[in-house]
């Protein structure tokens, strides 16, 4: 079982930035992806940004350009460094973790985030 423990979320401004961390603990040998999905007020959880082992990411179209995503892959953390934040960015962010090249919803899950972004 691996668990995950998110940090970093808040409220700020339009514009402004915000820095989530993640670290898994437990069966962290099994993890490859890690990453991060959203879930806004009324709508579905949507994948926002994902990297692999190795360092392959990929982004949700709608962040790219604005959020980073990157790993420590010896204190199994992952990151996400949002820049230029807008107010549809508002929503629940979990951490998920994959056995796979990319985070799917089959992958272990976090407790969650708030990131509000106030216009």
């Known amino acids: 079982q691996v668990q995950l423990v998110e940090s970093g979320g808040g409220l700020v401004q339009a514009g402004g930035s915000l820095r989530l961390s993640c670290t898994a603990s437990g069966s962290t040998r099994s993890i490859n992806a890690m990453g991060w999905y959203r879930q806004a007020p009324g709508k579905q959880r949507e994948l926002v940004a994902s990297?692999?082992?190795?360092?392959?990411?990929n982004y949700a179209d709608s962040v790219k350009g604005r959020f980073t995503i990157s790993r420590e892959n010896a204190l199994y953390t992952v990151y996400l460094q949002m820049n230029s934040l807008k107010p549809e960015d508002t929503a629940v962010y979990y951490c998920?973790?994959?056995?796979?090249?990319?985070?799917?919803?089959?992958?272990?899950w976090g407790q969650g985030t708030q990131v509000t972004v106030s216009s």
């Open positions: 990297i692999s082992s190795g360092g392959i990411t």
């Open positions: 998920n973790a994959d056995r796979g090249l990319w985070i799917t919803r089959n992958g272990y």
